[in-house]
């Protein structure tokens, strides 16, 4: 039998990667203003030891315009729903302040957060999102 030449960490990227996309596109592309380089690698899922279990990690923002019609917390209640309908449980509000609110979400395993930072014009909105994959075996 050939061996695969997928391997959990790809499986996990390529996932990361689409539903990064798919959220990330309920954002209409006429409120955007830009977005941010995306960092998406492995981690290890604790120091010391290569063989340990890995996962992957993906972090990307859009930037609202300023003075647009979407904030950056109604964009992120659109997303939010949107998991929740796809069978995200909401996990908890983590930090939340006048300026920025960070809601968790899980799944199966895979983790992920939505950050909306508010900030005054001229300065872009911000719409960050975190996703964190389930741990390999190895």
Do not use: C
């Amino acid at each position: 039998m050939p061996a695969s030449s997928s391997t959990p960490l790809a499986d996990y990227q390529a996932e990361s990667e689409q539903l990064a996309e798919s959220l990330f596109e309920l954002i209409p592309e006429s409120a955007i203003d830009s977005r941010s380089p995306v960092e998406s690698d492995s981690r290890l899922a604790t120091d010391g030891y290569d063989e340990w279990p890995k996962y992957w990690y993906w972090n990307g923002d859009v930037y609202l315009l300023p003075d647009g019609d979407l904030s950056p917390t109604e964009a992120a209640e659109t997303i939010g729903k949107s998991l929740i309908d796809d069978g995200w449980e909401h996990a908890e509000s983590g930090l939340s302040s006048e300026t920025r609110t960070v809601t968790e979400y899980r799944r199966d395993g895979w983790f992920l957060d939505i950050d909306a930072e508010l900030q005054a014009p001229p300065m872009a909105q911000a719409v960050r999102l975190t996703i964190l994959s389930p741990d390999t075996d190895h």
